[in-house]
């Protein structure tokens, strides 16, 4: 079991920047890929970034804005958010998969709550 709790979210103006941040606990989540995702209304969830180990991805439309890191204790992950725009309005979740193939294809085994982040024009 693994357990997710994001936090870090909130309103913000464009061009600012933000950091959210993933604690993961349980005794196999060192295990796992953990990444990030985000919803709005109406849509499906899409991949944003992931890691594990060294391998780092990203989704086109957030590369060079986005940093995915680990923090000094291994359970906390961080997606640092630079030039937000107000399309990156959504509820952002962390989550946690067995490989970097199955987070990619959103075949996630656990997801935290979500946090909103709101990006005003």
């Known amino acids: 079991q693994v357990r997710l709790v994001e936090s870090g979210g909130g309103l913000v103006q464009a061009g600012d920047s933000l950091r959210l941040s993933c604690a993961a606990s349980?005794?196999?989540?060192?295990?796992?890929?953990i990444g990030w995702f985000r919803q709005t209304p109406g849509k499906e969830r899409e991949f944003v970034a992931a890691m594990n180990g060294g391998l780092i991805y990203y989704a086109d439309f957030v590369k060079g804005r986005f940093t995915i890191s680990r923090g000094d204790a291994i359970n906390w992950v961080y997606l640092q958010m630079r030039s937000l725009k107000p399309e990156d309005t959504a509820v952002y979740y962390c989550a946690a998969a067995i490989t970097m193939a199955t987070m990619k294809s959103a075949n996630i085994d656990y997801w935290g709550q979500g946090t909103q982040v709101t990006v005003s024009s």
């Open positions: 349980g005794p196999t989540f060192s295990s796992y890929t």
